[in-house]
T-cell receptor, first 117, second 110 residues
Framework: GAVVSQHPSWVICKSGTSVKIECRSL??????MFWYRQFPKQSLMLMAT?????????EQGVEKDKFLINHASLTLSTLTVTSAHPEDSSFYIC?????????????FGDGTRLSIL | DAKTTQPNSMESNEEEPVHLPCNHS???????IHWYRQLPSQGPEYVIH???SNVNNRMASLAIAEDRKSSTLILHRATLRDAAVYYC???????????FGKGTKLTVNP
C-alpha cells in the first residue's frame, strides 16, 4: 500500500534553532501534502496545505514565516520550524493522498516529535 | 466545515463487535464521511469512507443512515490492537482537506 515517510522521528534541540522535517511519499506522487500539529491529549490541527511548485496555503493563525513549507518535488515536502522556542514543542504529522481521483484517503506519516529545550 | 459529534470514549471487550457512532446533522449532499484512527504516538490511519451506501473493507464496515445525518463505524471483532482514537470526519466533495475533531477513544479490554 501507499506509504508516507517522515524524517526525523524525534528531534531535541536548543531554543533558537531552526529544525527541518521531511515528508516523503514513497511509492506515489503527491501534488498536495498536508502538515498537522498535535499537542499532548489533543486532536490534530491542520497547519497548512503544501502544493507542489507553488506557495503553501496556511490555516488561520499559523505564522507562515515561522513555519516554512517547501514542496519542491512530487514526492517531497519539508516543514522548517524557524527559530524554534519551547512553545513550538509538539508532534508534527504530514499526510498525502494517492492518485488524482477525488476523495482518496489520506496516508499519514508516523510523525515527528519535536522538543525544544 | 461541517461538524461531527462523537462520544469522548467507549469500551469494548476483545473478540466482541464495536459500534462507534457519529452524528453529522449538518452534512451537505457532497460531503463524504471518512473514518481514521490514531494509535498512541503514531500518525492517523485511514479506516474507511463512504458517501451514501454502506461500505465494507478488511478493517471495518461503515453504516450510513438513510438521511445521512449519522453514521456508525463497525469493528466486527475487536482486538487489543484496535485500541485507538477514532475520528469521524466530513470531507467536502472534491476536497482533500481533513479537519479533525476530538474523536472517540476506544479501550479494548482483554
Amino acid at each position: 500500500g501507499a506509504v508516507v515517510s517522515q524524517h526525523p522521528s524525534w528531534v531535541i534541540c536548543k531554543s533558537g534553532t531552526s529544525v527541518k522535517i521531511e515528508c516523503r511519499s514513497l511509492d506515489f506522487q503527491a501534488t498536495t501534502m498536508f502538515w498537522y500539529r498535535q499537542f499532548p491529549k489533543q486532536s490534530l490541527m491542520l497547519m497548512a496545505t503544501s502544493n507542489e511548485g507553488s506557495k503553501a496555503t496556511y490555516e488561520q493563525g499559523v505564522e507562515k514565516d515561522k513555519f516554512l513549507i517547501n514542496h519542491a518535488s512530487l514526492t517531497l515536502s519539508t516543514l522548517t520550524v524557524t527559530s524554534a522556542h519551547p512553545e513550538d514543542s509538539s508532534f508534527y504529522i504530514c499526510s498525502a493522498s494517492r492518485g488524482a481521483a477525488l476523495n482518496q484517503p489520506q496516508h499519514f506519516g508516523d510523525g515527528t516529535r519535536l522538543s525544544i529545550l | 466545515d461541517a461538524k461531527t459529534t462523537q462520544p469522548n470514549s467507549m469500551e469494548s471487550n476483545e473478540e466482541e463487535p464495536v459500534h462507534l457512532p457519529c452524528n453529522h446533522s449538518t452534512i451537505s449532499g457532497t460531503d463524504y464521511i471518512h473514518w481514521y484512527r490514531q494509535l498512541p504516538s503514531q500518525g492517523p490511519e485511514y479506516v474507511i469512507h463512504g458517501l451514501t451506501s454502506n461500505v465494507n473493507n478488511r478493517m471495518a464496515s461503515l453504516a450510513i443512515a438513510e438521511d445521512r445525518k449519522s453514521s456508525t463505524l463497525i469493528l466486527h471483532r475487536a482486538t487489543l490492537r484496535d485500541a485507538a482514537v477514532y475520528y469521524c470526519i466530513l470531507v467536502q466533495g472534491g476536497s482533500e482537506k481533513l479537519v479533525f475533531g476530538k474523536g472517540t477513544k476506544l479501550t479494548v479490554n482483554p
